[in-house]
Structure formats: C-alpha cells, structure tokens
C-alpha cells in the first residue's frame, strides 16, 4: 500500500502534506524493519532446531525424551541462543512431531519386515554374483 493511500485511510493523516506523511510512514517502515543482529536464526531454519530433532530421533533409551525442558535446553549453547520460553514451545511441538515420526517409523518398518517375509531377498543376483 502507498503512502497516498495510507494517508486518505484516515481523515487525521490528511492534516499532514503528502511528502510529509510519505518520510514518516518510511521511518516507521524503517524502524520496523531494523533487526537486532544478536537474534538467533529463525528456530525452523536454525542448526539448533537440526541438533534437538536429531537427539530425539536418534534417543533409543528415552534419556532425552524424559527431560525437562531446562534441562535438555541446557544441552547444547546453540539452544541456549533462544530464550527458554521460547524454546519450551519449540520443544514441546519437536517432541510431539517426533514422536508421531516414530510412530510411523515403526510402522514401516513393521510393513517392510512383513514383506520381506513375503518376497524374501535372494542371496546371488541373476548373473550368479552374491548380494
């Protein structure tokens, strides 16, 4: 939306002339758009949120599973870049995709045995080579 068009929007924005109201809608623009360059990456795009999913994933004995969340956001420094209320969100949503991954992975993994019971592999290929 331009300026003009912000302006006619509200009938106190019209006391102000166009070039005017055109600098301080680009300085609010400008103020908005500023970024702090200590924040953290994004958590969807960060190698935090790579390392926590792995942990979880890869965690055959539930040792991370059965952490708070203080504790496993302790783990690591790059968790730690993210203020623990944040990341108490971030964990919690990881943990429960995590475990509907796993979910689905045993499932798969159950297909595939069946399957292979089915169809089982041959032991030489068909030019009489061992697989």
């Known amino acids: 939306m331009s300026a003009e068009d912000l302006q006619k929007l509200k009938p106190c924005f019209q006391t102000y002339g166009k070039g005017q109201f055109k600098g301080y809608v680009l300085t609010l623009k400008n103020e908005v758009l500023k970024v702090n360059n200590n924040w953290p990456s994004p958590w969807d795009k960060s190698e935090a949120m790579d390392d926590a999913k792995s942990l979880l994933l890869n965690d ?22 993210y203020p623990l209320e944040y990341f108490e969100k971030y ?30 592999q041959q032991s030489t290929s068909k030019g009489g080579n061992p697989q």
Do not use: C
């Open 60 to 81: 055959s004995d539930g040792t991370y599973q059965s952490m708070n969340v203080e504790t496993f956001w302790n783990i690591s420094p790059l968790f730690q870049e």
């Open 91 to 120: 964990y919690s949503k990881m943990k429960d995709s995590v475990v509907a991954s796993k979910k689905i992975i045993v499932k798969e993994e159950a297909f595939l045995r069946h399957d292979r019971t089915l169809i089982p």
